[in-house]
Nanobody, 124 residues
Framework: QLQLVESGGGLVQPGGSLRLSCAAS????????IGWFRQAPGKEREGVSC????????NYADSVKGRFTISRDNAKNTVYLQMNSLKPEDTAVYYC?????????????????WGKGTLVTVSS
């Protein structure tokens, strides 16, 4: 069964850090670009960060630039999102998604597989 599983969410105080993981099972991530998305209550889902299949290209939403870092370990079939200096407005369910692609860049569109999400709550 092909699936993506997110982990690492939880409750953290403003200014704190979390590292989210996105692990793939049933397929290898070597041929996939990966995106992290989030959806806050009452808001539309938005792309947060993405990484190309090689890891050589990344992209960040303006709201998280300088605070979040995306990385991947293809040997572990896992992608990470390190989140630092968290703010209450970062509270959301975070999803990872994979796109089968031959491109060197990453995108937030036409994703092939989605995880079920992990909740991040930033509150004092």
């Amino acid at each position: 069964q092909l699936q993506l599983v997110e982990s690492g969410g939880g409750l953290v105080q403003p200014g704190g850090s979390l590292r989210l993981s996105c692990a793939a099972s049933g397929f290898t991530l070597d041929y996939y670009a990966i995106g992290w998305f989030r959806q806050a209550p009452g808001k539309e889902r938005e792309g947060v960060s993405c990484i190309s299949r090689s890891g050589g290209s990344t992209n960040y939403a303006d709201s998280v630039k300088g605070r979040f870092t995306i990385s991947r370990d293809n040997a572990k079939n896992t992608v990470y999102l390190q989140m630092n200096s968290l703010k209450p407005e970062d509270t959301a369910v975070y999803y990872c998604a994979a796109q089968f692609t031959a491109q060197r860049m990453c995108t937030y569109y036409n994703m092939d597989y989605w995880g079920k999400g992990t909740l991040v709550t930033v509150s004092s």
